[in-house]
């Protein structure tokens, strides 16, 4: 190693040791798990076990993905958002205008469009949001969306209005898979474009513009003293989010084959942010954690009460997040160090 | 002759109506080491702020070598060499050591815009990083957060952070406020070593340090320079003693 750079020659090999070590450290902090195989193997696993849920199945991989999206900018970047569900929106009608009006129907290219479009409102709103911070921001972002569902309610010529739009649907997948009652190509092709997302948001949140996000939300008075772009850091990441979370709308339109107002709601926006409180913001795996349990614990609580489920949800969030304050438990709760993969932050 | 590497013109700013820089003048040769004393709320701090860009003067001017930056941001004057210290620690506490300083010199040479490659892959970063706590005797701690770090040290992260930036002016903010004397040397001496091409202005409590460290000196109060001198002729000065010394000692030790 480099212990020529020691200006003592006792020690020397100590200190080369010690260079070692912690060039490992960050060397090999992203290479892949055999832990992290195993959301993968589940999802799979879930595939056959639960033949007769891929519908519930599908929707879940699509909270997922826009948990993943919210997770890049809320977990790493350290942005508080209530208006998530905006470039969620976007997308969706994105991918769902491209079917109805423009009359094209491939569904991947389709997901490139709503992605593209989402990119697009997410840098032109992060630019001027992400000056701020804390209180105005949430409020700036909630505002953001609420506008972008009155637009859709005012031209509702081109987006049907609170009715929305119907008979999106798209052409088999990749000219060859046509879709089931059953949802289980919607469920393969969800899985199949979350993989993508997952590894592209592994590779930004390890990269050194990933570290300097983290450097944002750790300590943002001295990214600024460090001569960052602080500012364009954000507008670069939370596009990105934006992008990720235009493709989950996209998924959410062509499995459903309608998209409403609906999904600008402010209730998506919470309750992504939900998802991701539960499963744990900042280790890539708390969106898949997080909307398993809120998808399943909805599903399994609207049986047992249609109109209440919510209160279910309400307090587990709450246990988690008053438990989650507790030192003891917060060590528990974030299973990111305790499992031998990935997580650092 | 060269313009000064840090000069400072008419400097003021207020906030509201307290006035807490009042007509500052001060030039800095490349290479001075120059202290900045006063009594607390003298407006020290102000004074790095208004010279980093933290803070915006309201009237007056910052020139690096000649150069007028008073109206260029916090990370444009980063980028054309001016780096500090805080007097409270500025780290990234849940970071390791590494990564702190790691971050310095991504940021310094861009290589934080690079989203697709692994921080892992950036050798060279790595190995710079790693120099710079090498020679503040903290590559032991490389892979700890800082947080578990012993204060003392971690104002040593603190400077490897400024040293980093490979700053033209480095501007210590009480560089060794809050460490136990006991280790207080080990700061003292990395900073008594600091590369002579450095123009350094330091903001200091301990009258053995300024003394030592020092080969001019400003005294600040309420905003507004009272002297500036050599050390011996600031320890003989008699506002000096009265508004400052006075209050801690009898002037130079030994």
């Known amino acids: 190693m480099d212990a020529s750079k020691s200006s003592l020659p006792a020690g020397v090999g100590a200190v080369a040791a010690d260079r070692a070590r912690a060039v490992d450290f960050l060397t090999r902090r992203d290479r892949f798990r055999a832990a992290e195989a195993l959301p993968w193997l589940l999802a799979i696993a879930a595939y056959f076990i639960f033949p007769d849920q891929m519908i519930l199945g599908g929707q879940t991989l699509i909270m997922i993905l826009f948990a993943l999206s919210l997770d890049l900018i809320l977990g790493f970047a350290g ?11 976007v997308g969706a009608y994105g991918a769902a205008l491209l079917i109805t009006d423009l009359g094209w129907n491939e569904p991947l290219s389709g997901l490139a469009c709503a992605a593209i479009v989402a990119a697009i409102a997410g840098f032109l709103s992060g630019w001027l949001l992400l000056r701020y911070r804390g209180l105005a921001l949430l409020v700036l972002t909630l505002s953001t969306t609420i506008m972008l569902q009155q637009l859709g309610n005012l031209f509702r010529d081109f987006t049907g209005g609170y009715d929305g739009i119907p008979g999106v649907t798209i052409a088999p997948l990749f000219g060859h898979f046509d879709y089931d009652l059953y949802g289980h190509t919607y469920y393969l092709y969800c ?46 990441a939370y596009t990105i989010s934006a992008a990720l979370a235009g493709v989950a709308g996209a998924l959410f339109a062509q499995t459903n084959t309608l998209v409403q107002l609906g999904v600008f709601d402010f209730d998506q926006s919470a309750a992504v942010l939900m998802m991701l409180i539960l499963g744990g913001a900042g280790w890539l795996y708390g969106g898949f954690v997080g909307a398993v349990l809120y998808m ?47 997580v650092r932050r | 002759m060269s313009a000064p590497a840090l000069e400072i013109r008419n400097l003021y700013k207020s906030f509201g109506a307290i006035q807490v820089a009042n007509d500052i003048n001060l030039a800095l040769p490349r290479g001075a080491r120059h202290a900045l004393i006063g ?36 990370a444009g004057r980063t980028r054309r060499g001016i780096a500090r210290t805080f007097q409270v620690n500025q780290l990234f506490r849940n970071l390791t050591v590494l990564e702190n300083v790691y971050l310095a010199i991504g940021e310094r040479t861009r290589v934080c815009n690079r989203l697709w490659r692994s921080a892992g892959s950036e050798t060279a970063v790595i190995d710079e990083a790693l120099d710079h706590l090498q020679s ?94 050599a050390p011996d002729e600031i320890a003989a000065d008699e506002r000096v003693r009265s508004v400052y010394l006075g209050e801690r000692r009898e002037g130079r030790r030994g």
């Open chain 1, 191 to 236: 899985l199949g474009v979350l993989l993508i997302a997952f590894y592209v948001v592994r590779r930004i949140v390890y990269s050194p513009f990933g570290e300097a996000l983290v450097g944002i939300r750790e300590n943002v008075a001295r990214m600024h003293a460090l001569g960052s772009p602080v500012h364009w850091r954000l507008v670069v």
């Open chain 1, 79 to 89: 942005i508080v958002t209530l208006g998530h569900a905006a470039y969620f929106g």
């Open chain 2, 39 to 74: 009594p607390n709320g003298a407006g020290k701090t102000t004074l790095v702020n208004l010279i980093t860009g933290r803070v915006r003067a309201s009237a007056g001017k910052v020139l690096l070598d000649g150069e007028e930056i008073t109206s260029m941001s916090q």
């Open chain 2, 136 to 229: 503040l005797e903290l590559v032991t701690d490389a892979r700890r957060p800082v947080r578990e770090l012993p204060y003392g040290r971690q104002r040593l992260v603190e400077i490897a952070i400024a040293l980093a930036q490979r700053p033209r002016v480095l501007l210590l903010d009480e560089p060794a406020a809050g460490v136990p004397s006991s280790e207080n040397h080990l700061i003292l001496d990395v900073v008594s070593q600091l590369d002579p091409n450095i123009t350094v202005l330091i903001i200091e409590h301990d009258m053995d340090v300024v003394f030592r460290f020092a080969s001019r000196i400003t005294v600040l109060v309420a905003g507004a320079v009272l002297t500036e001198g």
């Open chain 1, 296 to 342: 399943v614990l909805q599903n399994e609580l609207a049986k047992i009460s249609p109109e209440f489920w919510q209160f279910g949800i309400g307090l587990l969030l709450i246990v988690v997040v008053l438990l989650g304050r507790h030192r003891v438990f917060a060590r528990l709760v974030n299973i990111g160090r305790l499992l031998p993969w990935g």
